[in-house]
């Protein structure tokens, strides 16, 4: 098994980088094979003391000129070039080639970073059976996002986090309509993709399709529609009469019923009064 992981750049790195000569960097190489301007890399595995780590592994530096507003550590400060190291195990290659190979993992930490925000970085219990259906659960769903961006999503959401991505797609409302043998999936006018999606979406039978639009058609305001009367209610005989008159605060009487409109049910304010004489009588 071959491994490319990150290695520190520790003071015996930046002491073994100091030691290169000049003519020992190569030109670094991108992803098409062609030359990478303003890199190069160089080996340092016998510069190191690695007798406490595994046998083969090797280590290989790439230095860059830094971008605009780039922080720099003062012994990058000194010659001006930005330095990163990784370890690998790979003995055969040229060391332009196990550097690109080893950049091209940048989107594999991506997708390790939106799995944690996904669910991946908590466990909800102590349990191990219940972390494992937890874990693939989360699995499961990191690859369906990593499909839909590569597959459905415009170019405005491809980049989101997850975050973002809940916020502005997967929580949005939306409405499955069926009619001239078709499913269309009705989304809110103000969805916040940029540009409105359009065309449809594959489902079901193969003679069969979903429509993907947008509904633009505007909503009924709800703010200050006239609301439905109340019910009537008549007075139960059975009941004691309430006075009518309003009383100050301490009297024997209660105040008349207010009722609260559009609501159905009548609220009743009443006033509690201390009886005098025997709390027997009471």
């Known amino acids: 098994m071959q491994y490319s992981v990150g290695f520190a750049v520790t003071d015996q790195v930046r002491t073994a980088i100091s030691r290169v000569p ?7 190489v991108n992803a098409e094979g062609g030359i990478r301007n303003g890199g190069d890399v160089a080996e340092i ?3 190191l003391d690695l007798s406490r780590w595994p046998a083969g592994m090797r280590v290989i530096i790439r230095r860059e000129r830094p971008h605009p507003g780039a922080q720099l550590s003062l012994f990058e400060e ?12 790979t003995r055969v290659g040229q060391l332009a080639f196990l550097e690109a190979r080893h950049r091209a993992h940048a989107r594999v930490e991506d997708r390790i970073r939106h799995a944690k925000d996904s669910g991946l970085g908590r466990f909800p219990s102590r349990e191990f059976a219940i972390n494992q259906a937890w874990l693939q659960v989360v699995t499961l769903a990191a690859d369906l996002t990593a499909w839909l961006r590569l ?3 415009p170019d405005t959401l491809k980049a989101c986090e997850p975050k973002a991505l809940r916020y502005r797609l997967l929580h949005v409302p939306a409405r499955l ?12 006018g103000n969805l916040a993709l940029g540009r409105p999606p359009q065309g449809h979406l594959r489902c079901g039978h193969r003679h069969s399709r979903t429509d993907l639009s947008v509904d633009h058609r505007p909503r009924p305001p709800t703010i200050g529609r006239p609301r439905r009367p109340a019910p009537q209610r008549h007075a139960d005989p059975r009941r004691a009469q ?5 009383t100050a605060r301490g009297s024997d009487a209660v ?13 009743v304010r009443m006033t509690l009064v201390p009886l005098r004489g025997d709390a027997s009588t009471v």
Request: avoid cysteine.
């Open 255 to 267: 105040s008349p019923p207010h009722e609260s409109p559009g609501l159905g049910f009548v609220v």
């Open 45 to 47: 595995t016998d510069l």
């Open 22 to 28: 000049a003519k020992a960097w190569t030109p670094a």
């Open 78 to 89: 000194a010659d001006g070039w930005r330095y990163q190291a990784f370890a690998t195990n």
């Open 151 to 153: 597959l459905a999503l």
């Open 242 to 246: 309430i006075s009518e008159t309003p």
């Open 177 to 188: 309509t069926r009619g001239a043998r078709r499913r269309r999936l009705r989304l809110p």
